[in-house]
């Protein structure tokens, strides 16, 4: 054991791993924030199509050899989120037809395009990293890890700030507009924050994995508890605590980064899971 | 942009993994019971990358090449595979270190110029692919016209761990 905490201090004395320790913190509990919401809105797979739209674009960035990419991937991601939860109930193709439809598309496209244009020669490599996450999370800039936290900053100051319309929206739609609120206005609110969610945590687990930050969390933390708020509060601590386990648990193991933080994820919701059946909840 | 930079710094530092085999497949076997060489440095090693997991191996290159600057003069120890490529513009032999991620989908290593560079290749030199310890000193210089950087181990010792 105290060989373990000899090797953590050893590793912990590394910039590269205190970056990745705090980006995993702040990515796991921005997305286990909004998690809870879509989770409840019966948008659990948003995560996965979106992601899969932010890898197209990073692809259309990397053939257009833009230097920092985030700023095309973040604006295209953050449309098609809006897209798909304001106009979604709206259109012909709705719901998770659209979803599955977009999330393919864009996959598609972005494999194509690295195809066809890669810009390296180690394409199979390149798109895998974007996939799986490899080991993102542990080659960060200073800038990189800045640019996350204000991110994440402001995610949870805008949470924090209209909690009580979310928690209106995330319900009863039709209630929220009955009283007056802006259902629109607060989901292209959710739309704008879940993708820049989703953009962020494509660096801690890659863009296949990312759904898993959004729904086990939530998930695990409803068995647990039964009021919005609690459910919220026990998602976050449930996520954190499983991201930082997960990275931790790589970094000694030297098993891969993002699949280990989801095999923690579903760790945690299967003993969640045992304790509510135990329990009777 | 990282990642574009990364396979930038492959291409000239290492190449692909899979170019390197291809540039080298007529590498002779080398002894692989013994230690090849040994000009076993006397500095004490500032990093060990032998005692690091996959994950902190892979992050500590990933550092190495993007930000040389502050790795240079410093002792390397690294654990990898040994990979040869041919420069067909300096009719020369370059020798590789290289490790992979947990995901072994990416590649990346270092070079190396084991002692003084006189050794003769592929004569005294592993096989491809054998897996190797490299303890050198680690240099970068910078190309003015490209702005790329060029980082290897000088002055390197060269184990075969077979």
Redesign the interface.
Known sequence: MSALIQKLEFYFQYPFVQYALIVGVLIALCSSLLGVTLVLKRFSLIGDGLSHVAFGAMAIASVLHLANDLLLVLPITILCAIVLLCAGQNTRICGDSAIAMLSVSTLAMGYLLMNLFASGPNLSGDVCSTLFGSTSILTLTSDEVALCAVLSLLIVILFILFYNKLFAVTFDENFAQATGLHVRRSNLLIAVVIATVIVLAMNLVGSLLVSALIVFPALSAMRLCKSFLSVTICSALLSVFCALTGILISILAGTPVGSTIVATDLGAFCIVYVIARLSGR | ????F???A??FLT??AS?AVSDSSSAAPADSSSAVSSAESAHAVDYDLTV?????V???I??MI?EPEQYAGKTIRMQGLYYAAYAEQKFQYYHYCIVT???A???QGIEFVWDDGNHVYPDEYPRDNAPITVQGTFSAQKEETTGNWYCRLENASLNVNE
């Open positions: 942009m990282k990642r574009i990364l396979l930038l492959l291409c190449g692909c170019a690091m997991s996959s994950d902190m892979y992050a500590t990933y550092q993007t991620d947990a995901l989908c990416c590649a």
